[in-house]
């Protein structure tokens, strides 16, 4: 849509409105007991139609050699009324999860209660998710971190991200 017919922010999504846009991390930390430690790139793009919802996707790509990496979409959903919130995704590696959390005028933070996986996916299986989305100043920072049958929960993933576009 272009900006002169974007429909209205829906009441609901007022409070994370600064979430909408397209923002751009570089040099991201990934690390995990399991695996070697790796740097990634990130895009990450908040949209909205009017209803109370927000959609998003999340392309990350190997930081040195660009080559494209995991991919997420799904939407934040909202319990009217409260700061509670949901995220609801699809992953690329065959994983999909509903997180849910609250959320404050500068963060959101959630916890998976259900992680769906592909019966043919690569183990260890995944068990459960946790992400905190923070706003710092101009910035955006994401901080994802996972169980598996094997390992407890532990940081999996740490990047800043530059707003490029509203």
Not at 16 to 32: C, D, M, P, Q
Not at 80 to 98: D, F, M
Request: one cysteine or more.
């Amino acid at each position: 849509m272009s900006a002169d017919t974007e429909p209205p922010i829906h009441d609901m999504i007022k409070p994370l409105s600064w979430l909408l846009g397209k923002w751009r991390g570089e040099g991201g930390v990934g690390k995990y007991p399991t695996i070697k430690d790796f740097n990634y790139d990130e895009e990450l793009t908040f949209t909205h139609v009017g209803q109370p919802n927000i959609q998003f996707s999340f392309f990350s790509s190997n930081a040195e050699t660009k080559k494209p990496l995991h991919r997420e979409l799904g939407f934040i959903r909202f319990q009217p009324g409260t700061k509670h919130c949901a995220l609801l995704i699809a992953h690329n590696l065959g994983v999909s999860e509903v997180e849910e959390g609250e959320f404050t005028d500068t963060e959101i933070r959630t916890e998976s209660h259900t992680v769906g996986r592909l019966t043919f996916g690569k183990p260890p299986e995944t068990k459960k998710i946790a992400r905190v989305f923070r706003k710092i100043g101009e910035d955006l920072e994401q901080v994802v971190s996972m169980e598996t049958k094997d390992t407890p929960m532990t940081e999996h993933l740490r990047i800043t991200y530059k707003k490029v576009s509203p």
